[in-house]
């Protein structure tokens, strides 16, 4: 068959996914009597692009997939986008600035939500087309958008049912408030960062004393607010200070001591002023303590009428410098020193957050906590590895309430209604049109939108179509796995544990298996750094396949996947390469050149499903029994997320068992001129061994392994809707009982048998290269092997042992004895001779032999020292200590060796 000479990623990738989705071989059914398998992706951003970490994600999604596919399972991966809304806000809002000039407000909030959709429309598509271009076996006729109709109507309901039950309120609180994005924010959106700041040590004048109390603060424009100042109630310094009051710096306000356990006697002075509008803490004081709220620095950063007409409008930071000039001029700044604190950014743009009292809409998440603790406790769901298990914990067992209310237009805006004749707040699934106390028509929605992430914690069953009871809710929740990041297990994972128990009385998962981050030679990528990997540009370079099978490879128990990276000059530009991807292209272009032998030789053959008869061989039996270890292997290993093992086990069998000695054992018959049975049954086993090693490189490498299978011999409309090998789906293929049972067995036995013979040819080659004898000289062999049943074996594959160990003729004998001019080794259970007159100069083997038994001594008294060193010993990397140790042992054998060789000549 013809078939090209090189592999061409780039062709074959563009053809196979057309095909596959036409086709509808990732269509699931809402019914069937298959075990069902269901996976739903991360939803990526709508206005979004493909990074390495999707990739790495996408790929372990798609082999699971494909695999359990393959497997005979019902297998469902629902893809999706997420509406993001401040994300996708931003982006339109900041290209209305840079072509029309115009921003959102201009428009007004329909004409903007217009064109955020229509950007949607032309942008959106985007990630869809990239993700096809992982080779995704998403099933698309089920894509879902978290703002389509469906799940707008999910997000009510959950919405509606939530406050009817008291779990979503209204009320004026404390909220993370970023200034530049004008939003409030929840604790997860406003990270903490170490930022180097001051502490300041301020003097507070007390009421009718000339003393003064030195309170220390870190922003002392949100002193203007103060409406207290609070010491430890078992603080003894400041035990006169209980029931006086203290005089406001810069303002004059009598405010009072108060005593509160929240206080740190060891934070500064052990006396705090409490601002209850712009302190968490302090907010909470305030309440207990009966404080008036002032609000100094208004939604926008800037200091407001009530910080006094000296400040108003100012920056706070600008307020800050000012405050601190007067109040060094009055001497009541005491003392400034460095302190490095956390303070909270806005996720999104990094500015600095403003803690401000905002009415907003907040979700009781407590309750809802406690049921997702429960469930992984109890094992219904499993978090791989498992130490993120006690991450998800600990959050939850301190979880807050959940301000679910975000200042934008793009998002699913809040359900409720505001009566404008009556103080009547209306919750409800449809729009109502009178007010159910007053029944006046003059109502008004709220215009606040949810947090992005409260639609996406409705992903799993919302996308199946909850709350109608569908067929698909009924066959595929709960879901099969969860893969994710780390990074978002509190803003999605817990979220979504928490809702599906809540709406779905069972949990979103069974399992949740954590990726780490992509790095690049240790570190995280980043545009500052310029070392982001463009999984399109390296789809591009070294093929889909081979990036899949790279990132699959580098797994590891959830670790952090590194790409080395080498920067060389070529005609001047500077150009990236990544090592681990040269090596699978290298493979991909192994199966590619394998695959093309087995074609070009095939003639007439056709497919068999069980060409392991009595006439097979011993290299037959034992190359079906590795498949079968393998296959095994790779089954156990996808079943647990060992995805390094699967893809090293794949490797290993492909390259070392299937091309490296099964090819090169089996070329005689399969090469042959005149057709003969024995040449059509060998053709058939190596087509049936190539034929499965396909299948189980399929989940990982589902390009080329399509391309291939489909000039093979085949039973079948695609490699994946076949069966996965070792899964006890062969069913389709291997009809008959016994058949089934003779291939899939594994045979030790045979296996050991064929380790023998392989080791055989390895050593006389080896020998060959030390000894230099040219390559196709043919040379006599002697062996000594004592075991009967051994020697059986080794006469059995005389031809190939001489065909492929260029031996001319093979005597053994049951003691070989001191073999004079001669090489030997040994290998377990034979001994080997290779007579050696007349085939080099034995004069000058005898002077390189000498040479090396030098060279070896040398390095023998070197490695001595060092571990007779005891600072080596002691000081040494002890991995650095041991090597050494296994070079000297290491170093003893081949000296023996070397020496029996030269006493031999």
């Not at 004048?205 to 003064?212: G, H, I, L, R």
């Not at 800037?302 to 800050?320: I, K, P, Q, T, W």
């Not at 070197?862 to 000081?875: G, I, R, T």
């Amino acid at each position: 068959m013809e078939i090209a000479k090189t592999y061409e990623p780039k062709e074959i990738e563009s053809k196979w996914y057309p095909i596959w989705e036409s086709r509808g071989y990732f269509t699931a059914e809402s019914k069937s009597e298959k075990p069902a398998f269901c996976i739903s992706i991360p939803p990526p951003n709508v206005t979004g692009y493909l990074h390495m970490g999707h990739a790495l994600q996408h790929t372990l999604m798609d082999t699971l997939t494909r695999w359990r596919r393959m497997q005979g399972y019902n297998a469902l991966w629902l893809p999706g986008t997420d509406h993001a809304g401040i994300s996708t806000q931003i982006v339109v809002e900041r290209r209305l600035k840079e072509l029309e000039n115009v921003n959102a407000k201009d428009l007004g909030r329909e004409e903007f939500e217009r064109r955020v959709w229509q950007w949607k429309e032309h942008a959106g598509g985007t990630i869809q087309r990239q993700i096809r271009k992982e080779g995704a076996s998403c099933d698309w006729t089920r894509e879902r958008f978290t703002l389509d109709e469906g799940l707008s109507k999910a997000v009510r309901e959950v919405f509606v049912r939530l406050y009817e039950e008291g779990l979503i309120y209204r009320g004026a609180y404390l909220v993370n408030w970023c200034p530049k994005d004008q939003t409030a924010l929840s604790d997860l959106e406003a990270p903490k960062k170490e930022t180097k700041s001051k502490l300041y040590h301020i003097a507070y004048p007390v009421k009718d004393s000339d003393e003064k109390i030195v309170v220390a603060t870190t922003r002392p424009e949100t002193m203007l607010g103060d409406t207290a100042v609070a010491i430890h109630p078992n603080d003894e310094r400041y035990k006169g200070f209980h029931g006086k009051s203290a005089i406001l710096p810069l303002v004059g306000r009598e405010i009072p001591f108060v005593c509160d356990e929240m206080v740190e006697m060891d934070f500064g002075t052990g006396v705090v002023k409490i601002t209850p509008a712009h302190d968490p803490n302090d907010f909470k004081m305030g309440l207990t303590h009966n404080l008036p709220q002032i609000t100094v620095i208004n939604k926008f950063g800037n200091m407001s009428e009530a910080a006094g007409a000296e400040f108003a409008g100012l920056d706070r930071f600008e307020a800050r410098k000012i405050i601190l000039e007067k109040l060094e001029i009055e001497g009541l700044l005491v003392k400034v020193e460095d302190y490095t604190h956390k303070v909270g950014h806005c996720q999104r743009c990094e500015t600095i957050l403003e803690p401000l009292i905002s009415t907003q809409w907040f979700a009781v998440m407590k309750p809802m906590a406690e049921a997702a603790i429960k469930a992984v406790q109890d094992g219904r769901t499993q978090f791989i590895p498992e130490n993120w298990t006690k991450v998800f914990y600990d959050w939850l067992e301190n979880i807050q309430d959940w301000c679910i209310s975000r200042q934008l237009w793009w998002g699913h805006r809040i359900p409720a209604w505001y009566c404008q004749d009556c103080p009547k707040i209306i919750v409800a699934r449809e729009t109502p049109t009178s007010c159910p106390s007053c029944s006046s028509s003059n109502l008004k929605q709220d215009e606040d939108v949810l947090d992005t992430w409260f639609s996406s914690a409705l992903w799993p069953f919302s996308t199946l179509g909850w709350p109608n009871n569908t067929d698909d809710l009924k066959t595929f929740y709960p879901t099969s796995e969860m893969i994710t990041g780390f990074d978002i297990i509190f803003f999605w994972v817990a979220r979504m544990m928490m809702m599906g128990l809540k709406f779905m009385d069972e949990v979103p998962f069974r399992r949740v298996y954590i990726t780490g981050l992509v790095r690049v030679d240790g570190e995280k990528m980043s545009k500052m750094k310029g070392n982001v990997v463009d999984p399109l540009d390296v789809f591009d370079r070294y093929g889909t396949d081979a990036v899949r099978f790279t990132l699959a490879s580098s797994v590891t128990g959830g670790t952090d996947v590194d790409l080395q990276e080498i920067k060389r000059k070529v005609d001047g530009q500077e150009i990236k390469e990544y090592p681990k991807m040269e090596i699978a292209r290298n493979f991909a272009n192994k199966i590619w050149n394998a695959s093309r032998f087995v074609l070009m030789n095939l003639g007439e053959t056709e497919f068999s499903a069980n060409p392991f008869d009595e006439s097979a061989s011993l290299y037959d039996k034992w190359i079906l029994s590795r498949l079968n270890h393998a296959s095994r292997d790779i089954n156990n290993a996808l079943e647990q997320f060992r995805f390094y093992d699967a893809t090293q086990t794949l490797y290993h069998f492909f390259w070392n068992d299937f091309c490296d000695w099964y090819i090169e054992l089996a070329k005689p018959l399969v090469t042959a001129k005149e057709v003969t049975p024995e040449v059509t049954r060998a053709r058939q086993r190596i087509i049936y061994i190539l034929d499965r090693s396909l299948r189980l490189l399929h989940p990982v490498m589902p390009y080329i392994t399509e391309e291939i299978w489909q000039r093979l011999p085949h039973e079948g409309d695609s490699i994946s809707m076949v069966a996965f090998p070792g899964s006890g789906c062969d069913r389709d293929l291997d009809r008959d009982r016994d058949q089934l049972d003779q291939v899939d067995q594994i045979n030790d036995q045979i296996e050991d048998q064929m380790r023998s013979v392989i080791s055989l040819i390895t050593k006389i080659r080896n020998v060959r290269s030390e000894i230099n004898l040219p390559q196709n000289e043919l040379v006599p062999l002697k062996l000594g092997i004592k075991d009967e049943a051994l020697q059986k074996v080794i006469l059995e594959s005389e031809d190939a042992i001489k065909r492929l160990a260029k031996v001319k003729e093979i005597e053994i004998k049951s003691d070989l004895g001191r073999e004079k001019q001669s090489a030997q080794s040994v290998i377990t259970g034979v001994e080997i001779a290779i007579p050696l007159a007349g085939l080099i100069d034995l004069d000058k083997e005898r002077e390189r032999l000498k040479k090396e038994l030098g060279k070896m001594q040398a390095e023998t008294e070197k490695l001595s020292n060092q571990l007779a060193n005891p600072n080596f010993v002691s000081k040494a990397d002890p991995e650095k200590v041991e090597q050494v140790r296994l070079r000297l042992a290491e170093l003893s054998v081949q000296r023996e060796t070397t020496k029996a060789n030269l006493e031999n000549l």
